[in-house]
């Protein structure tokens, strides 16, 4: 194959891996306008079995082909951080907010708007979500210091209820470094009040030695190169 023909097959296969992933990301949409409508909806009781019945036979010619436990998503690329279902920042994801975070300097920055889905007290926020939240906050920014890890525990402080459908800032950073275990430290605002900060979090991360990583995420890994190179 000449340079210039393999140079338009791999952006071809680029091309399919976008479009790819803006289809997962639209889907993600989709899903996460039903699961917010389905947790808001006061619609009359028989809506629902309708809507039960439609959503069955919509989910069905997505469950004909799926992964295994050990095989990555065919769009995310791991070793590049594109995770489409992580279930805090996934675009793909169902479960995800999205929470979108990056980073200036050391500080990562996240925004994300809770809907009626992640309701723990009435119009607030759930705590284990607020957890979930810090805890990628912190990993976000214990992977961006060049030393990424495993939480191996995270202390959380609810010092006020988190609003619903309320915008929210989320901030982080590395505040220590020993061996292999990195300290971080973040916080969850409105984000028009940054400076009121409504749950804390402490986390202790620890950097996997190179045979964990291997027995913990080897299969996976191994499997998504095989599938790139073929
Ligand atoms: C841009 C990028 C985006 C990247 C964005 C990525 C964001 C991802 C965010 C999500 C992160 C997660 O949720 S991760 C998922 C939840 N976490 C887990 O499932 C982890 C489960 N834990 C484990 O599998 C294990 O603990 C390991 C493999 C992590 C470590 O095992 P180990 O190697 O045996 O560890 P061990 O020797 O006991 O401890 C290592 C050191 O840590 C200390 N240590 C251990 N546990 C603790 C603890 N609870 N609190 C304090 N310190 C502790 C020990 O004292 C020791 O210190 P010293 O003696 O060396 O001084």
Redesign the pocket.
């Given at each position: 194959m000449s340079d210039s023909e393999n140079g338009r097959r791999l952006h071809a296969v680029d091309d399919g891996l976008l479009r790819r992933r803006a289809a997962i990301s639209d889907l993600g949409d989709a899903l996460r306008l039903l699961v917010e409508h389905a947790a808001a909806t006061e619609a009359p009781t028989e809506e629902l079995r309708r809507a039960a019945e439609r959503i069955r036979q919509a989910a069905a010619p997505l469950g004909e082909r799926v992964r295994g436990r050990h095989d990555s998503p065919t769009a995310d690329d791991m070793l590049a951080?594109v995770r489409l279902y992580n279930p805090v920042t996934g675009a793909g994801s169902a479960l995800a907010p999205p929470l979108e975070i990056h980073s200036d300097g050391d500080l990562s920055i996240g925004a994300c708007t809770l809907g009626l889905a992640f309701e723990g007290p009435p119009s607030f926020a759930h705590g284990g979500v607020s957890a979930m939240l810090l805890?990628?906050m912190l990993?976000?920014a214990v992977?961006?210091s060049g030393n990424?890890g495993?939480?191996?525990?995270l202390d959380t402080g609810y010092r006020k209820p988190v609003p619903l459908l309320t915008p929210l800032r989320l901030t982080a950073q590395v505040t220590g470094i020993?061996?292999?275990?990195v300290t971080a430290t973040g916080i969850i605002a409105v984000a028009a009040e940054p400076g009121e900060i409504l749950v804390e979090a402490t986390g202790?991360f620890?950097a996997?030695?190179a045979e964990?990583a291997r027995r913990l995420f080897g299969q996976a890994i191994g499997r998504m190169r095989q599938s790139r190179a073929g």
């Open positions: 951080g805890d990628q990993g976000y992977g961006h990424p495993m939480t191996v525990r020993e061996g292999r275990r202790v620890v996997l030695r964990q």
